[in-house]
C-alpha cells in the first residue's frame, strides 16, 4: 500500500497539485474540520458510495490517525482502485482546514 505523511500532503495542498482526497471520518469528527478539497465519505458508507469513485483517478485517504484510512485502502485496492494512505491522519495534520 503506498503511503504519504500528512506533511506530504499538506504540500501538495499549498501547491495545489491535483490531488483526490477522501475523508473518511465520521460526521462528527469531520464537523471539526477537513482538508481543503477533502471529499467526506464516511468508511461505513464507503462500499455503498464506490459509483462516486473513478477507477483511472487515484484517492488519498484520510482518518484521524491513519488507522481507518488503512482499511479503506485495503478495501479500495481489492475492488480495483488505486489509493494512498495518508499516516497519521488529521492528528498529524498542521495545514489550514475548511
Request: with cysteine; proline share 3%; aromatic share 4%.
Amino acid at each position: 500500500m503506498k503511503e504519504l505523511s500528512a506533511k506530504e500532503v499538506q504540500q501538495l495542498v499549498e501547491e495545489n497539485k491535483p490531488r483526490n482526497i477522501i475523508d473518511v471520518r465520521k460526521d462528527e469528527e469531520v464537523a471539526t474540520g477537513v482538508i481543503p478539497g477533502a471529499k467526506h465519505i464516511a468508511l461505513g458508507s464507503l462500499p455503498n458510495r464506490l459509483d462516486e469513485l473513478d477507477k483511472s483517478q487515484e484517492y488519498i485517504m484520510v482518518c484521524r490517525s491513519g488507522g481507518r484510512s488503512g482499511n479503506a485502502c485495503q478495501f479500495l485496492i481489492e475492488q480495483g482502485y488505486k489509493v494512498i494512505n495518508m499516516t497519521g491522519g488529521m492528528l498529524a495534520w498542521e495545514g489550514e482546514l475548511a
